[in-house]
């Protein structure tokens, strides 16, 4: 009883107003001597409290653990975007939702950007990315902001926060919604080489407005999910949401070619169902497979009427979509893999668009919101069966789960699985250290923070170079 009540009565989705460097943190367990680099992870952080503001659009800041030699550090920073450097000066908010201006904003204030979502590490440059504008480059050692990336006036518009980076090739595959403006139904798709030049950049109709948050890339194929989180420009300007559940508008997913043209763009059609993150995704004869992340309804959004969605229905679940590119038929399978709710799912990065047989999610306690109530990992195979599942003491949280290959010719799989936990009862966070194969042992080891890190979204290992 007393456990629900501390569940209950705090969470972790607040932001922290500092920043702060802590050169060595104490270490619970021993950590692996193969563990030599830096986790970075991004989430929303907002520097002002906006009136009505989603949970999408705080600020970005940075939190890095550092780990050398068996020991650790950390340091956070915001990433210093045009709206965070407009607010810090005017000392108040600026922004609403979704890159709104607040009433009483400056006429000329048009960039709303908060690089909140992601990070990665490409071509030999640091980047934060969400999806409404270019990635920002970052300082990999002070985590200072170097500004705006657009790969010498080669992409423009709006960016992904989940590229896709080929193990083979080394090449960058991204896309972007609202590519021809707020609110539209365009995409751009394009590629960046592993030396960091753009190849391609090129832009097509989908068949609605929708926020596409993921997308699907295999060894040859690139695939687009149209989920009915629709976007309208006539809801924005009447004050009403400007992204809503409509689950009339199905599903689609768009198939091209990775080395053919967007005019050539095959959509295939499913029944509604809405998909932040996709696992991986490979091919097999004519099918592609893709194992994704699916929730019945769209959770943290509204109908167009300000009706909220079913709650019973927005749990992320293990779901497997199949694609028959040689069939006679424009649907696409959905057959959920398991119950267990979860979401951030991660693999062995080595085999991204290739057939894998090792998966990690964050899992959730179903009698809880879906976000705010991560409270254990998940190991399966290639096929979805849980191989191991490891839970926390109520009321703790966690993060995505990262994984790190013990070294570069380990067998896939092989490694550590790195996640932030935060811990209720004491309001701070730790980094824990997984045996990535044997999660349900418990973490190997324990970075100790001082403070919290704020439940974020996403992060990438880059190795001592």
């Not at 999408?56 to 550092?66: A, E, K, Q, S, Y």
């Not at 590229?163 to 080394?170: A, M, N, Q």
């Not at 950049?201 to 997308?215: G, K, L, Q, T």
Request: include cysteine.
């Amino acid at each position: 009883m007393q456990q629900d009540a501390v569940a209950e009565r705090r969470h972790n989705l607040g932001p922290i107003p500092f920043e702060a460097d802590a050169p060595f943190l104490k270490i619970i367990g021993e950590l692996p001597r193969e563990l030599n680099g830096t986790l970075y992870r991004n989430g929303p952080n907002p520097q002002f409290d906006s009136p009505g503001a989603h949970w999408f659009v705080g600020d970005g800041m940075l939190h890095t653990f550092h780990l050398e030699n068996g020991r650790a550090s950390h340091r956070n920073r915001w990433v210093r975007t045009p709206k965070w450097l407009a607010e810090h000066d005017a000392g108040r908010a600026l922004f609403g939702g979704f890159g709104r201006k607040l009433p009483d904003a400056p006429q000329d204030l048009t960039d709303g950007g908060v690089a909140n979502t992601n990070i990665i590490f490409h071509a030999g440059k640091l980047l934060a990315l969400e999806e409404a504008h270019l990635p920002t480059e970052i300082d990999p050692g002070t985590l200072a902001t170097r500004g705006y990336h657009n790969y010498h006036g080669r992409v423009a518009g709006s960016f992904t926060a989940h590229p896709k980076i080929d193990p083979v090739t080394g090449e960058l595959v991204f896309f972007g919604y609202n590519a021809a403006g707020p609110l539209t139904p365009a995409l751009s798709y394009g590629s960046i080489g592993a030396s960091g030049k753009a190849t391609r950049f090129e832009r097509f109709e989908a068949p609605y407005a929708s926020m596409v948050h993921d997308f699907i890339v295999t060894e040859n194929h690139v695939l687009f999910p149209i989920l009915p989180i629709t976007g309208s420009m006539e809801r924005a300007i009447s004050g009403r949401p400007p992204y809503a559940w409509e689950p009339d508008k199905g599903a689609y997913v768009g198939v091209i070619k990775r080395k053919g043209s967007a005019e050539d763009i095959v959509w295939f059609r499913a029944e509604a169902c809405y998909v932040f993150h996709v696992m991986n995704a490979w091919e097999d004869g004519d099918r592609i497979i893709a194992d994704v992340m699916q929730f019945e309804e769209a959770p943290l959004f509204t109908h167009p009427d300000g009706t909220p969605t079913n709650p019973e229905k927005s749990f992320a679940r293990h779901c497997r979509w199949t694609f028959n590119l040689a069939g006679k038929t424009d649907r696409f399978q959905q057959t959920y893999l398991d119950d267990l709710t979860g979401e951030f799912p991660r693999i062995d990065d080595r085999r991204a668009g290739l057939k894998s047989r090792h998966g990690w999610y964050a899992c959730a306690n179903p009698k809880l919101p879906m976000f705010g109530a991560l409270s254990g990992v998940v190991h399966v195979d290639g096929n979805g069966t849980r191989l191991g599942h490891y839970l926390l003491p109520a009321g703790d949280t966690i993060s995505e789960p990262v994984f790190v290959e013990r070294s570069k010719d380990a067998a896939e799989g092989d490694g550590w699985l790195l996640a932030v936990v935060w811990r209720a009862r004491e309001n701070r966070s730790d980094l824990a250290v997984f045996n990535a194969k044997d999660v349900e042992a418990g973490p190997v080891a324990l970075v100790q923070l001082g403070h919290r890190v704020p439940d974020g979204f996403h992060g990438s290992w880059v190795g001592a170079r």
